[in-house]
């Protein structure tokens, strides 16, 4: 079935720092993939997402590519924020009797200090 | 703010209690879901409600009862629930093959004690 697989937190950096959260999936076909964040004690917020191989998703300084051939959307920001400190999921869409389906990865907790 | 709505945000409830949690959503949403997070475990997808039909239950134990009475509004029942049922309850909706992944609420926390 389909899976998401996202590298294990908790990613302790600096601020300023260069950010990477890999993220692979597995699925048939070409699902859309997607970034959520959820800040401390709330819900789940959409950062960013792409719908096809090679779309280049981009918001609030993040950036991720759906990458076909190595099934990856890598979350990346070049310089982050304290406020940036989140937990971030992958998730990819399959759309199933007319709705969507979100599979989700498990998260990867951001801590970012001054 | 994305637009849905749950309350309340928290909730503590004991074992032999009936609660429920509710989810508005205002967005012309068709479809509409309850996630479960529990501490160091991914998402899971508990119920999905497409046009108010129930069309997907995920192994949930009956002790969680979903309603559905229009496209806007969506509830969870609680009864003799048990203490690892604490968790973080999030509502999404979302508009069918259109929509991006779906929009969140803020989440009930829930302790179960």
């Known amino acids: 079935g389909d899976s998401v697989t996202q590298m294990e937190g908790p990613v302790t950096l600096s601020e300023e720092a260069f950010l990477t959260i890999n993220c692979t999936y597995t699925a048939t076909g070409y699902p859309s993939l997607f970034w959520y964040v959820q800040y401390p004690g709330e819900g789940l917020q959409l950062l960013l997402k792409a719908t096809k191989a090679d779309d280049k998703g981009s918001n609030k300084g993040f950036e991720a590519t759906y990458r076909k051939e190595t099934t990856s959307f890598h979350l990346e920001k070049g310089s982050v924020q304290v406020s940036d400190s989140a937990v971030y999921f992958c998730?990819?869409?399959?759309?199933?009797?007319?709705?969507?389906?979100?599979?989700f990865g498990a998260g990867t907790r951001l801590a970012v200090h001054p | 703010e994305t637009g849905v709505t749950q309350t309340p945000r928290h909730l503590v409830m004991g074992m032999t209690n009936k609660k429920s949690l509710k989810c508005e959503q205002h967005l012309g949403h068709n479809a509409m879901y309850w996630y479960k997070q529990s501490a160091k475990k991914p998402l899971e997808l508990m119920f999905v409600y497409n046009f108010k039909e129930q069309t997907e239950n995920n192994s949930v134990p009956s002790r969680f009862s979903p309603e559905c009475p229009n496209s806007s509004h969506l509830f969870l029942h609680l009864h003799t629930l048990q203490p690892e049922d604490s968790a973080l309850y999030l509502c999404?909706?979302?508009?069918?093959?259109?929509?991006?992944?779906?929009?969140f609420g803020q989440g009930t926390r829930l302790t179960v004690v």
């Open positions: 999404a909706s979302s508009q069918d093959t259109t929509a991006a992944g779906g929009f």
């Open positions: 998730a990819l869409r399959r759309v199933s009797g007319g709705y969507n389906k979100l599979i």
